[in-house]
Antibody, heavy 117, light 110 residues
Framework: EVQLVESGGGLVKPGGSLRLSCAAS????????MNWVRQAPGKGLEWVSS????????YYADSVKGRFTISRDNAKNSLYLQMNSLRAEDTAVYYC??????????WGQGTLVTVSS | QSVLTQPPSVSAAPGQKVTISCSGS????????VSWYQQLPGTAPKLLIY???KRPSGIPDRFSGSKSGTSATLGITGLQTGDEADYYC???????????FGGGTKLTVL
C-alpha cells in the first residue's frame, strides 16, 4: 500500500524557515517524481514544486522560487521542502504527492504551516 | 487566478448526471494529459481520472473524463450524496514549466 506521511509543519514567524519532510513507503520511491502541493485555508490547490526521480529536473512555482528548495533522499525514501523567508501567504496545508507524468497519483494527509507573528 | 478555469459550483439531484468543465490553453490542456481530483471535506485530494479519461483502480465507472482541444470535462452519473466534494482539474503547463490546477468546483447533491 502506497503511504506518504508529511511532517515538519508548525507555527513560524514571518521571515522564518521551516523544513518539511515526506516519508514514502509501499512503492519504489526512486522510480517516481514527487510533488509538493499546498492549499491555503478555504482556498484551492496550488502546485508548489516537483522533482524528478533522480533529482535531475526540479521545478518551482513563481510564488516560491528563490525561497523554497525541494530535495529528496532516495536511500531514505524521503522528500523534503526547505522553506525560507516565509510569508503570511505561505500559510497552508502542504501535501506531498507521487508524480506520474502530469498526475499526482497518491497524496499524503498534509501538514499545516502557519506563518504568523 | 488559476490558469485553468472551472465553474465555482455545480449542483444536481441524487441519481442525476453532472459535468464539470476545465478550460485552459494550448500550453497546458492542449498538449498535456489532464487529471481530476476529488477532495471530500476535511480530507486530502484523491485521484479520480488520469491521462484525460483513465480511472485508477477502485474508482467506479460513474466517473468519466474527456478532453477536446484546450478543454476537459469530468462527468459523474448516478449522483450520490457521498459525491459532495470539491473537484479539481490538473495538468502541466509546458510554457511555464509548472504544474497547474483549476480553481476547483464545489459539487452539491441536492
Amino acid at each position: 500500500e502506497v503511504q506518504l506521511v508529511e511532517s515538519g509543519g508548525g507555527l513560524v514567524k514571518p521571515g522564518g524557515s521551516l523544513r518539511l519532510s515526506c516519508a514514502a513507503s509501499g512503492f519504489t520511491f526512486s522510480s517516481y517524481s514527487m510533488n509538493w502541493v499546498r492549499q491555503a485555508p478555504g482556498k484551492g490547490l496550488e502546485w508548489v514544486s516537483s522533482i524528478s526521480s533522480s533529482s535531475s529536473y526540479i521545478y518551482y512555482a513563481d510564488s516560491v522560487k528563490g525561497r523554497f528548495t525541494i530535495s529528496r533522499d532516495n536511500a531514505k525514501n524521503s522528500l523534503y521542502l526547505q522553506m525560507n523567508s516565509l510569508r503570511a501567504e505561505d500559510t497552508a496545508v502542504y501535501y506531498c504527492a507521487r508524480g506520474e507524468g502530469s498526475t499526482s497519483s497518491y497524496w499524503g494527509q498534509g501538514t499545516l504551516v502557519t506563518v504568523s507573528s | 487566478q488559476s490558469v485553468l478555469t472551472q465553474p465555482p459550483s455545480v449542483s444536481a439531484a441524487p441519481g442525476q448526471k453532472v459535468t464539470i468543465s476545465c478550460s485552459g490553453s494550448s500550453s497546458n490542456i492542449g498538449n498535456n494529459y489532464v487529471s481530476w481530483y476529488q477532495q471530500l471535506p476535511g480530507t486530502a485530494p484523491k485521484l479520480l481520472i488520469y491521462d484525460n479519461n483513465k480511472r485508477p483502480s477502485g474508482i467506479p465507472d460513474r466517473f468519466s473524463g474527456s478532453k477536446s482541444g484546450t478543454s476537459a470535462t469530468l462527468g459523474i452519473t448516478g449522483l450520490q450524496t457521498g459525491d459532495e466534494a470539491d473537484y479539481y482539474c490538473g495538468t502541466w503547463d509546458s510554457s511555464l514549466s509548472a504544474g497547474e490546477f483549476g480553481g476547483g468546483t464545489k459539487l452539491t447533491v441536492l
